[in-house]
């Protein structure tokens, strides 16, 4: 089992940029991808970033590629995803998630964290 931990969430005015960390505990977490993923209200969760386990690779949805990216720091147990040029409709909770190998399906990840609110205003 491998506890997973936000951080970092927050209200940013539109065009501003903010950072998110998760925390892992437990199990070796360079044995884990990691994953981003946010849900708005009334939406269903959605993959924002993936890396894998070594961070060698990496995955964005394509609404994030250019703005958002993802780093891990294995020594450190932390994965972080850097957010620049925030826009209203990337408001949601913001949740990290471990799987062995790393997929942009939600369903396959098994671990979770509580998530982070990322609000951003117009």
């Known amino acids: 089992q491998v506890q997973l931990v936000e951080s970092g969430g927050g209200l940013v005015q539109a065009g501003g940029s903010l950072r998110l960390s998760c925390e892992a505990s437990?199990?070796?977490?360079?044995?884990?991808?990691m994953g981003w993923f946010r849900q708005a209200p009334g939406k269903e969760r959605e993959f924002v970033a993936g890396?894998?386990?070594?961070?060698?690779?990496?995955a964005y949805a394509d609404a994030m590629k250019g703005r958002f990216t993802i780093s891990r720091d294995n020594a450190k147990n932390m994965v972080t995803l850097q957010m620049n040029r925030l826009k209203p409709e990337d408001t949601a909770v913001y949740y990290c998630?471990?799987?062995?190998?790393?997929?942009?399906?939600?369903?396959?990840?098994?671990?979770w964290g509580q998530g982070t609110q990322v609000t951003v205003s117009s």
């Open positions: 437990g199990r070796t977490f360079s044995n884990y991808a």
């Open positions: 890396i894998s386990r070594s961070g060698s690779t990496t």
């Open positions: 998630a471990a799987n062995t190998v790393l997929t942009t399906r939600a369903s396959l990840y098994a671990h």
